[in-house]
């Protein structure tokens, strides 16, 4: 039983509006097979292909930005001072975010978050054109790129539900979970060869034209479900009651904290991916964006299996999804073999996709409809939070080798793993 909250609408209220979209969504299968039966409805392959659009553009940024940023300067410190960069506004503005999607139309954040990519990528493409880039730019570009995220992604997560309704949750989010995958498969790979042969440069223009083409897709959606009625109370009031429900309901707190110790002691070593590219494997940038396609095709399987699942035993799931996540990672910082290194990839990419996907269905499941906007926020906010631990994390890269920190971290993530199975409320999730 969920509690009662100032400034929601409810529990009955919130589903009666999901009533009002469920017409949409029955019977819009088409025939298609379990693992791609979201895709049966058109509104969500309107936004699916936007996403396609906004994740191949992201997945390129990754790549580009981090090598262009080490080459440039030569130092981990500074890649970590981009992840703090990015991190700064999302952990500050996502409760914005949050607040933002559960007031107001979702489709409209969306589409002004993906012109303000395209825009962001442009200007940077100019700069690398005109040689006039610097690294300060690509810092200010994270901070730039942080800022609409944060306010724009909890839109971007919560609509989902809202398209394809409750019971195929698991299903679309792991659909687009598996697209993101297909791209970091894809993109990095296309960014390595595009820098190779045409310059960082080209790599933002077609970022820029992959974003403008993400409008256009997500203008051909229709207006879903009606914003949440809050009642009358200011911005930080109707933040401070999502913050409060996200405490007091203890599955969502549960499934926040277990997902931000995971995510904390996982990424860093996407950021520092650089170092072992140029310093450990010798690889260069197209070494760098095939690792990074490797661990995209782990995670697209890894996506694909979550998406055939039925609703049962995803805490378990979950939970073991994080520990593979770790055994991979701890492997792969100790491997000195390319080959070695790009079957590691594979195994990290299916942990983190598992891990990925699972964080974000739970959550949408158990969370009460009028909160879902404020309550995704919060794991935008677990992001932020991560940004800032990369940078001792980088630090620490400098001083002791980037085998050891990404190595200890990934250790520990296996501890939280074994704390966790021990927590029966998270275990024995359905």
């Known amino acids: 039983m969920h509690a009662s909250f100032p400034g929601g609408r409810g529990s009955d209220a919130a589903v009666s509006t999901y009533e009002e979209a469920r017409p949409q969504v029955q019977g819009a299968s088409g025939g298609m097979p379990r693992t791609l039966v979201s895709l049966g409805h058109p509104q969500y392959r309107l936004y699916f292909t ?22 440039l300067t030569g130092s981990g410190t500074v890649l970590g ?15 914005v975010g949050g607040l933002l999607a559960d007031r107001y139309p979702k489709r409209t954040l969306l589409m002004g978050a993906l012109f303000c990519q395209g825009l962001i990528a442009l200007g940077i493409a100019l700069l690398t054109a005109a040689e006039l880039i610097t690294w300060v730019h690509l810092l200010i570009a994270a901070a730039l790129h942080g800022c ?28 687009v979970n598996a697209e993101m995958n297909l791209n970091r498969m894809l993109a990095p790979a296309v960014a390595g060869f595009l820098i190779a042969q045409a310059g960082v440069a080209a790599v933002f ?9 993400g409008v256009f897709f997500v ?10 009625d809050l009642a009358p109370a200011s911005a930080g009031r109707q933040i401070a009651d999502g913050l409060r429900y996200a405490r007091q309901d203890r599955t969502v707190f549960v499934l926040l904290l277990f997902t931000l110790s995971t995510v904390v002691l996982s990424t860093p070593y996407q950021t520092l991916l650089p170092m072992f590219t140029e310093d450990i494997l010798n690889i260069g940038p197209e070494g760098m964006g095939i690792l990074m396609s490797f661990a995209g095709f782990g995670a697209l399987g890894g996506s694909l299996v979550v998406a055939s699942l039925a609703d049962q035993n995803r805490g378990v799931i979950f939970i073991g999804s994080s520990a593979l996540l770790g055994v991979f990672l701890v492997l792969f910082s100790f491997s000195q073999s390319l080959e070695l290194s790009l079957a590691m990839m594979v195994g990290v990419g299916a942990g983190q996709a598992g891990r990925q996907a699972l964080s974000n ?19 935008m906010m ?14 620490m890269a400098e001083a002791a080798g980037v085998q050891w920190a990404v190595g200890g971290a990934a250790a520990l993530l296996i501890a939280a793993c074994a704390w966790a199975m021990t927590l029966g409320r998270l275990r024995t999730l359905a």
Do not use: K
Request: with cysteine; aromatic share 10%; hydrophobic share 55%.
């Open 81 to 95: 001072l981009m992840g703090v960069a990015n991190a700064v506004p999302m952990l500050f503005l996502s409760p």
């Open 382 to 395: 677990e992001w932020g939070i991560t940004s800032f631990i990369t940078l001792p994390i980088a630090i």
């Open 205 to 213: 223009f077609v970022m820029m034209s992959l974003d403008f083409l």
């Open 219 to 228: 203008t051909l959606l229709r207006p879903t479900t009606r914003p949440a």
């Open 50 to 71: 936007a996403m396609i659009c906004q994740t191949f553009a992201m997945n390129m940024q990754m790549m580009a930005r981090t090598w262009f940023l080490y080459r």
């Open 148 to 175: 609409v995220m944060a306010m724009t992604m909890p839109a971007r997560q919560a609509l989902i539900i809202e398209l394809v309704g409750r019971e195929r949750l698991t299903n679309a989010v792991a659909l």
């Open 361 to 379: 269905i739970l959550v949408q499941h158990y969370v009460e409809d009028a909160y879902r906007g404020r309550v995704m926020s919060i794991l």
